[in-house]
């Protein structure tokens, strides 16, 4: 953090009650019913707990609590907040904050903040839980064989499900927040030693450059402000998973993971049109089934591609068949043009399959 960052940062105060006095004028207590304050006294020492209803995990606040509750006021005579924090608190994942803005934001994130009467500062817990699913496998993404897990809308069980898989040191997560408001967390994969460094500094520039309120679509929004290319292309410029066993092939090969809190789908980049055209069911088959599947689907988008466009050329051009190919296309040519023929199908079954936006009222109506 820089100097001018810091200058901009309200320090804490050592009377508990010019910080819960600043605390309330940043978060409005009578107006958010879901922010919980809970004042004790442990060791004859006034103290402020503040935490997000249904973040905070009650067992672990419990266990914590029961020990904090037994201390007497000889066990904080000197010194009292560094006594909490390096002996009395048994917990893993502890941390100190000097700044009402850091103390705020790490709060709404989920941990739990105790500040303490007589110190300048607060210390910060990480007993939050977030409603979350099972890591269920994607629908769109099933195979055959292989794992059932799937990412999840948690950000921390998205990169251990991938921490599980590769157990390199050199694997890389760099953790960033973007929005101004919503602080999105958002995390940056590599293996330091594969991926190509030029590209990892230009998707962490960019990311940090983000000027938004935020990012209520994730993964999408995110897109969108870091690849480059014109908004008018309608082909992806990166390619997304759900499945932490592709996720770590791409790892291994080179790519880049963004992975955006509350999205279950993991950016991969860089991406070319032959990443999109692949599969997980094809490292699931021996080499012969796994190509024939790959030239299959290779040969299909090709199909799809060239077979409309060469009817029409025959339709319109029917000098160019060999004598062979002349029962392509209509014998006689209508009043409507081949080419309107050609595009008023997609566009009727566009139109058809369009979902209203009210459901139309049944017919007939209901009797009374």
């Known amino acids: ?19 819960k006095d600043l605390l309330d004028e940043k978060l409005a207590f009578d107006k958010n019913f879901d922010i919980v304050r809970r004042e004790m006294t442990i060791g004859g020492i006034k103290t402020l707990m503040l935490f997000v209803d249904a973040f905070a995990n009650a067992e672990l606040m419990t266990e914590i609590l029961r020990n904090l509750t037994t201390l007497e006021r000889k066990d904080l005579c000197v010194d009292a907040f560094q006594k909490l924090f390096n002996r009395h608190i048994n917990y893993v994942e502890v941390a100190q904050s000097d700044y009402l803005e850091d103390v705020v934001e790490k709060m709404l994130s989920g941990p739990l903040a105790l500040f303490v009467d007589g110190s300048a500062k607060a210390i910060l817990l990480d007993v939050r839980t977030y409603p979350v699913r099972s890591p269920a496998e994607p629908d769109l993404e099933k195979v055959v064989r292989g794992s059932r897990d799937g990412f999840t809308e948690t950000l921390v069980f998205n990169t251990a499900l991938v921490r599980r898989r590769i157990r390199d040191p050199r694997l890389r997560m760099e953790y960033v927040q973007a929005g101004n408001r919503s602080k999105t967390d958002i995390v940056i994969s590599y293996v330091a030693d594969i991926a190509n460094e030029d590209l990892v500094d230009s998707i962490r520039e960019k990311i940090s450059s983000i000027n938004l309120d935020g990012l209520p679509m994730a993964e999408k929004a995110v897109e969108e402000l870091i690849t480059p290319g014109s908004y008018w292309n309608p082909l992806p410029r990166v390619r997304y998973t759900e499945r932490p066993d592709v996720a770590a092939i791409h790892l291994l090969e080179g790519h880049v993971l963004v992975m955006v809190d509350t999205s279950p789908s993991v950016m991969i980049t860089p991406a070319t049109y032959f990443h999109h055209l692949q599969h997980a069911e094809e490292y699931r088959q021996s080499p012969a089934p796994g190509v024939y599947l790959s030239w299959v689907r290779f040969l299909g988008v090709g199909i799809s591609l060239f077979l409309m466009p060469l009817w029409l050329l025959a339709v319109l051009q029917p000098q160019l068949l060999p004598p062979a190919l002349k029962f392509i296309g209509p014998d006689k040519i209508g009043a409507i043009p081949i080419f309107c023929s050609f595009l008023s199908p997609s566009w009727l079954w566009t139109w058809c399959a369009w979902p209203p936006s009210t459901p139309p009222p049944p017919w007939p109506p209901p009797w009374d």
């Open 1 to 19: 953090m820089g100097p001018a960052a810091i200058e901009h940062k309200t320090r804490l105060s050592k009377d508990l009650e010019s910080n």
